[in-house]
């Protein structure tokens, strides 16, 4: 299956500079057993911010434009991290089998959420009870997209006095 995982505030921002709005363990510790073992799809800014390094113990694919590789779609640099072009993720991503069993997580920025939320189906979202000033990615508004519905919504929880809930989304059939 191929799910998007974030973290929001009450506007749907995700980030501002490279940075993620609010650090919650928890949410950290939700992320970490959801994308061990599968695959993570992330834009170029976001792998940037993580100094450039893959994330261990699960496959690593960038999308970016810049590709020095003659197929000119993809490239594996020393990590072992895929490098692939919007389109190719596209096309990729399109020909998986329904009942593969490795599971694919985008996990940001803005921009591919909202290229490859089309193709998912499920989301993962959790939501900080916050409004934050300073933010420069968001995460599309599926409260406001009739194709996705709640499937599940954990009970408020609280961290460092900032409340946060647990939303799985589903895309309606």
Not at 90 to 96: D, E, R, S
Not at 130 to 147: A, G, K, L, Q, R
Request: a negative charge.
């Amino acid at each position: 299956m191929i799910s998007a995982i974030a973290c929001v505030d009450n506007n749907w921002g995700i980030g501002y500079k490279g940075e993620l709005l609010e650090y919650i363990p928890e949410d950290m510790k939700f992320f970490k057993e959801k994308t061990v073992n599968n695959v993570v799809i992330m834009g170029r800014k976001t792998y940037e911010s993580m100094m450039s390094k893959p994330l261990p113990f699960r496959t690593n694919i960038v999308v970016t434009s810049k590709i020095s590789s003659p197929c000119e779609v993809c490239e594996i640099d020393e990590n072992g991290t895929i490098f692939m072009t919007i389109d190719f993720v596209k096309l990729y991503l399109n020909t998986l089998h329904p009942d593969n069993p490795i599971d694919y997580y985008i996990i940001g920025g803005g921009q591919l959420y909202k290229e490859l939320l089309p193709l998912c189906g499920k989301a993962y979202v959790t939501k900080v009870n916050h409004s934050y000033e300073n933010v420069d990615t968001y995460f599309p508004n599926i409260d406001n997209v009739p194709d996705w519905e709640i499937e599940s919504e954990s009970e408020i929880k609280e961290y460092n006095g900032v409340k946060y809930q647990f939303y799985t989304y589903r895309k309606k059939v």
